[in-house]
């Protein structure tokens, strides 16, 4: 089974600053899906990316990165310029050999204006 | 975007109690998921189908019990509700193992057992 550590709790910033939000899996298989989903104050889950592991390749859209590292099982991500807007509580899921997502405990990020 | 609904949104329940949440979708999806959502846990997955009357146990599956008699309803039962089930239920469709677009979630029911 996979494992998942989203050891950041919560973050707390001022509008404005970059944050990078960590996320640390643990998988046995050899093909896998990694995401990342937000969940603002209203509770709903909205679906921000899917990588596989066989694509490396950071990926960037807006002010939205992720950063990839296979070797040290890592998949971060990292918000430029953050805004009010994206406090949320922020949550990576790696998925296994069933590619069903198994959830960390979440980040929640706080943007102070 | 409605393409996932469930019901109720909200329920107080007693406990012993037996209740079930329905979840509904429009898309014509194959896969179906029930997480639970507690704080300190983020979500964790319950029960999920991967076709009409085909259902498997999550990794907290005890206490649950699901069916899934048409694509597009997935209910979820708690023969006998107890207080450790009080929670956030969301319930997710996929359209492939792939998920290349991702989960698609429901809006939650909060349930409560008193």
């Known amino acids: 089974a996979q494992k998942v550590t989203q050891a950041q709790t919560e973050i707390s910033v001022v509008e404005k600053e970059d944050v990078t939000l960590d996320c640390v899996y643990e998988?046995?298989?050899?093909?896998?899906?990694l995401f990342w989903y937000k969940q603002p104050p209203s509770g709903e889950l909205v679906f921000l990316i899917r990588r596989n592991s066989f694509d490396e390749q950071n990926e960037i859209s807006g002010r939205y990165s992720w950063n990839f590292q296979k070797s040290t099982s890592s998949f971060n991500f990292t918000i430029t310029a953050s805004q009010v807007v994206d406090s949320a509580v922020y949550f990576c899921?790696?998925?296994?050999?069933?590619?069903?997502?198994?959830f960390g405990r979440g980040t929640s990020l706080i943007v102070h204006p | 975007d409605a393409g996932i609904t469930q019901s109720p949104r909200h329920k107080v329940t007693e406990t012993g109690t037996p209740v079930t949440l329905r979840c509904h979708q429009t898309e014509n999806h194959r896969y179906m998921y029930w997480y639970r959502q507690d704080p300190g846990h983020g979500l964790r997955l319950i029960h999920y189908?991967?076709?009409?009357?085909?259902?498997d146990k999550g990794e907290v599956s005890d206490g649950y019990s699901v069916s899934r008699s048409k694509t597009e309803d997935f209910l979820l039962t708690l023969e006998s509700a107890t207080s450790s089930q009080t929670s956030v239920y969301f319930c997710?469709?996929?359209?492939?193992?792939?998920?290349?677009?991702?989960?698609?979630f429901g809006s939650g029911t909060r349930l409560t057992v008193v």
């Open positions: 189908s991967y076709g009409v009357k085909d259902t």
């Open positions: 998988t046995r298989d050899t093909t896998y899906y």
């Open positions: 899921a790696p998925t296994g050999g069933s590619y069903i997502p198994t």
């Open positions: 997710a469709i996929s359209e492939s193992t792939t998920v290349t677009h991702g989960y698609t």
